[in-house]
């Protein structure tokens, strides 16, 4: 996560996180992923913005059933993506959260949300990784060393 903005004087404590998750036919995991956002028990505003590359399979279908806000990524890579959300995101905090990633319990989002009450805090990052069992080895590989699979 990365804050977007300098927080005021006194933090909320509920700041406004936009959700940005790059996409390109990403059908066979987004559910999952997008269901694990909205379960979230967040007390604050969550906005999600989805980047699509192109997508030829259901994506699109997919994240209309989640959000509005889906705009498209001409440079199709993740990182193109992820600027292109944040060019759109309004929320105070922004979570780049991709495709195939599951948030792995429902307060997630605000545990990664706390360290922020500190004005001197300016990003955060999962000390673990889960995975799911039909993961290929190197995902649950990097998962239990505590890395993000670098494929």
């Not at 989640?66 to 993506?81: D, F, M, Q, V, W």
Request: hydrophobic share 30%; proline share 6%.
């Amino acid at each position: 996560m990365v804050s977007k903005t300098i927080m005021q004087e006194t933090p909320q404590s509920n700041p406004s996180i936009s959700i940005i998750t790059p996409t390109y036919n990403s059908a066979k995991t987004l559910t999952t992923c997008l269901a694990s956002i909205k379960n979230q028990d967040y007390q604050g505003e969550i906005e999600i913005i989805i980047a699509d590359g192109g997508s030829t399979d259901s994506t699109l279908e997919i994240a209309r059933q989640y959000t509005n806000k889906i705009y498209p990524n001409p440079l199709k890579t993740g990182e193109a993506g992820k600027a292109v959300g944040l060019k759109h995101s309004k929320g105070e905090i922004i979570a780049l959260i991709d495709s195939d990633n599951i948030l792995p319990s429902k307060d997630w989002l605000s545990r990664m949300v706390e360290p922020f009450q500190d004005r001197e805090i300016a990003g955060t990052e999962p000390l673990y990784y889960t995975y799911r069992g039909e993961d290929g080895y190197s995902t649950r590989y990097c998962a239990m060393v505590g890395m993000n699979d670098p494929l």
